[in-house]
């Protein structure tokens, strides 16, 4: 079993949707949890990052956590051609970070 | 920019050689951690260093080792090479929590 699992897509929403990105992980004990985006041929570069239950905004980014459930979500509001890339779930457990395959988001003007 | 920086750009090596990838961390962090990240995938943990010691280390063979510098910068080595070392090289520095990466060290083994 995979420690973090995600949707390889490619997810295509029209400009100006809500683009939905999931994500599952394995271990009980990761701590933290982090949204990175990846644009072609690039690093990835941090976007979120969420620590307790619940969910924490920042401008068009929304990220949901349910430890319960081992479960991350990953919200874009008013998504525009620009945020077309490949989005990367991170968990952290003790020292270690532990990354999902990513989910392809294509958005079409 | 994150302040993490990575050389070189881009290298190609032959199967049985060996390489060294450098990584400066951000300044203010003492962590560095080292991914090798396949097309298509997600970066695998390598490992990691904090203030100049080994500080957790992924499945990857011996060969894969590294250093850290009293100025919390970091090397990479691979020895042996193989063809499926061809990847993408990410160093990420942490201070706290969170952690940045660098603009990577893309490696072909031919």
């Known amino acids: 079993q995979k420690e973090v699992e995600q949707n390889s897509g490619p997810l295509s929403v029209p400009e100006g949707a809500i683009a939905s990105l999931n994500c599952t992980y394995s271990?009980?004990?990761?701590?933290?949890f982090f949204w990175y985006r990846q644009y072609s041929g690039k690093s990835p570069e941090l976007i979120m990052s969420?620590?307790?239950?619940g969910d924490k905004e920042d401008g068009r980014f929304t990220a949901q956590l349910n430890k319960a459930s081992q479960y991350v979500s990953l919200l874009i509001r008013d998504s525009q051609p620009s945020d077309s890339a490949t989005y990367l779930c991170?968990?952290?457990?003790?020292?270690?970070?532990?990354f999902g395959s990513g989910t392809k988001l294509n958005v079409k003007p | 920019e994150t302040g993490v920086t990575q050389s070189p750009t881009h290298l190609i090596k032959t199967r049985g050689q060996q390489v060294t990838l450098r990584c400066s961390s951000q300044?203010?962090?003492?962590?560095v951690s080292w991914y090798q990240q396949a097309l298509g995938q997600g970066p695998q943990f390598i490992f990691q260093y904090y203030r100049e010691e080994e500080n957790g280390r992924g499945n990857f063979p011996p060969r894969f080792s590294g250093l850290q510098f009293p100025n919390y910068s970091s090397e990479l080595n691979v020895n042996a090479l193989e063809l499926d070392d061809s990847a993408l090289y990410l160093c990420?520095?942490?201070?706290?929590?969170?952690?940045?990466f660098g603009p990577g060290t893309r490696l072909t083994v031919l």
């Open positions: 991170a968990v952290k457990r003790v020292n270690k970070f532990y």
């Open positions: 271990d009980r004990g990761s701590q933290s």
């Open positions: 300044s203010g962090h003492n962590t």
């Open positions: 990420a520095s942490s201070g706290s929590n969170e952690q940045f």
């Open positions: 969420i620590y307790s239950n």
